[in-house]
């Protein structure tokens, strides 16, 4: 059980700060569009990226030294650049939740949170490589693999479904607006971090 804990403490801490597959959960959930399908992807790429992790592939770091590097500035690059485009939205500001907006269709949702989460290097440098590593540590690798997915599955849904709550306060701009602005900003420290080595 220890193991399982350790993992679902980590997989939580590493998922619950705020980044573009997460705002795109939110943003769904705000909506009510496609909030099931949104939270699976999300949820079930994490659980298949824990495993790899777990499994291995963490190693392949090892074995293969200027990846990590590369991965790092990968994902500095990617986080800079969507949280360019955020802050952009926040500076413009015209977003607004109406009653009943639905986001596009189901495949559109779908494809669009497959990229957030399968083209974000960041998500491979914790769920594979940082997980992958830590789990390294543990007797009972697949306690703290499950313990890690299901923190994925738990904040994905509760984010997904819990963003109900939020409805009424999405309804005007200017929390559009700050919500933005708290993304742009953590996704440029996060960036800023990458770059940094750390």
């Given at each position: 059980?220890?193991a399982?804990?350790?993992?679902?403490?980590?997989?939580l801490?590493?998922?619950?700060?705020?980044?573009?597959?997460?705002?795109?959960?939110?943003?769904?959930?705000l909506?009510?569009?496609?909030?099931?399908?949104v939270c699976?992807?999300?949820?079930?790429?994490?659980?298949?990226?824990?495993?790899a992790?777990?499994?291995?592939?963490?190693?392949?770091?090892?074995?293969?030294?200027?990846?990590e590097?590369?991965?790092?500035?990968?994902?500095?690059?990617?986080?800079?650049?969507?949280?360019?485009?955020?802050?952009l939205?926040?500076?413009h500001?015209?977003?607004?939740?109406?009653?009943?907006?639905?986001?596009?269709?189901l495949?559109?949702a779908?494809?669009?949170?497959?990229a957030?989460?399968?083209?974000?290097?960041h998500?491979y440098?914790?769920?594979?490589?940082?997980?992958?590593?830590?789990?390294a540590?543990?007797?009972?690798?697949l306690?703290?693999?499950?313990g890690?997915?299901?923190?994925?599955?738990?904040?994905?849904?509760?984010?997904?479904?819990?963003?109900?709550?939020?409805?009424?306060v999405?309804?005007?701009?200017?929390a559009?607006?700050?919500?933005d602005?708290?993304?742009?900003v953590?996704?440029?420290?996060?960036?800023?971090?990458?770059?940094?080595?750390?």
């Open positions: 059980m220890h399982a804990f350790a993992g679902l403490a980590l997989g801490s590493l998922i619950v700060a705020i980044g573009a597959q997460n705002a795109f959960v939110l943003r769904q959930g909506m009510r569009s496609h909030v099931l399908a699976m992807v999300c949820a079930v790429s994490d659980a298949v990226l824990i495993a992790g777990v499994a291995g592939f963490g190693a392949l770091t090892t074995a293969v030294p200027w990846l590097t590369a991965m790092r500035w990968a994902g500095a690059g990617f986080l800079g650049w969507y949280g360019a485009r955020t802050l939205s926040a500076w500001g015209t977003q607004t939740l109406a009653a009943g907006q639905l986001a596009g269709s495949s559109g779908v494809l669009s949170c497959l957030l989460t399968w083209l974000n290097p998500v440098l914790d769920t594979v490589m940082l997980l992958g590593a830590v789990s540590s543990y007797d009972n690798k306690a703290f693999a499950l890690a997915m299901g923190g994925s599955f738990l904040f994905f849904f509760s984010l997904g479904y819990g963003a109900r709550a939020l409805a009424p999405f309804a005007r701009p200017v559009w607006r700050w919500l602005l708290g993304i742009g953590t996704m440029w420290a996060i960036a800023a971090r990458l770059v940094l080595g750390g």
